[in-house]
């Protein structure tokens, strides 16, 4: 899988996708993440990106040229599966849409600022609008660092069988059961004792019931 992410804060992307799985990916080959600055396709002798809405109204928009030189640059590279735009008028995202994106081997992921985008961006360039949710972000590099984490983790040979995405909340419609570690009792707090019995198929359907016991309890809405 490849992502080419596109954005005005590049340096935004050096914590989070720089660290363990992400990580791990990339040094396995697996994963190709290139970062790029829209400030490198400024035509402007001050490298501004942005500029004022016609019509006025407060907020700045950015402009449509930089991001078109970027993601031609890129299309003349390679084909790309899908062009997203990160914005919280977008298909609010979910681990379904993670997955049938996941089948599929080169995204470009443009992260918006300020006012959003020239809508031009929108009309011609985009193939998919995606939000991570009901709530305004101050652009749209946060979301797609977590389009990114949720992506790359349902690459073949990214998680080994332990950490499987196949286990993952949502993967089924259930929430994940609870998990517990050593030591079996805490301050008189016990573990339940189907997980230390050492019997496989007993743990395997208590692991069923409190999956199906938690999603009915918190979130209803996924059984229906
Ligand atoms: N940009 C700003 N808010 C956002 C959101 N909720 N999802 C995706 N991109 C955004």
New binding site residues.
Partial sequence: MRIDIITCLPDLFEGPLTQSIVKRSISKGLVELKIHNLRDYSSNKHLNVDDYAFGGGAGMVLMIEPIDKCISKLKAEREYDEIIY???D?ETYNQGIANQLSLKKNFILLC?HYKGVDQRVRDHLITKE????D???S??EL?AMVLTDSLIRLVPGVLNDETSALSDSFQDNLLAPPVYTRPSDYKGWKVPEVLTSGHEANIDSWRQEQALKQTKERRPDLLQ
């Fill in positions: 990160l914005t919280p977008g918006g995606v939000s991570i949710g709530y305004v972000l652009g749209g979301a």
